[in-house]
């Protein structure tokens, strides 16, 4: 079981940047893939990017370009960085260590970060 921990969240006006942090516990963190959703008020938690444990990558179409996931095996940690935000963006991010098929299509597992607020707003 890995145990996940959220952090980097705030308000941040359209355009700005911020950079979410996961850090997680446990010894299987390099050999999971690792995924950050969000649940932005009123819908459904909706995948954003995952990340392979060899660090491929794959985005929702509502973010690329604009959003970076990373990792660093050595800290246990996975990032998010996130730049020219839109009020749409706005959401609890959640992180998740999970699997990902060879199509590259993201299974998440069973756990799960406490989530971070984001706010984007003038």
């Known amino acids: 079981q890995v145990q996940l921990v959220e952090s980097g969240g705030g308000l941040v006006q359209p355009g700005g940047s911020l950079r979410l942090s996961c850090a997680a516990s446990?010894?299987?963190?390099?050999?999971?893939?690792m995924g950050w959703y969000r649940q932005p008020p009123g819908k459904l938690r909706e995948l954003v990017a995952h990340?392979?444990?060899?660090?491929?990558?794959n985005y929702a179409d509502s973010v690329k370009g604009r959003f970076t996931i990373s990792r660093d095996n050595a800290k246990k940690t996975v990032y998010l960085q996130m730049n020219s935000l839109k009020p749409e963006d706005t959401a609890v991010y959640y992180c998740?260590?999970?699997?990902?098929?060879?199509?590259?299509?993201?299974?998440?597992?069973?756990?799960w970060g406490q989530g971070t607020q984001v706010t984007v707003s003038s």
């Open positions: 998740n260590a999970g699997s990902r098929y060879s199509s590259g299509t993201y299974n998440p597992g069973g756990s």
């Open positions: 446990g010894s299987i963190f390099s050999i999971v893939a």
């Open positions: 990340i392979s444990s060899a660090g491929n990558t």
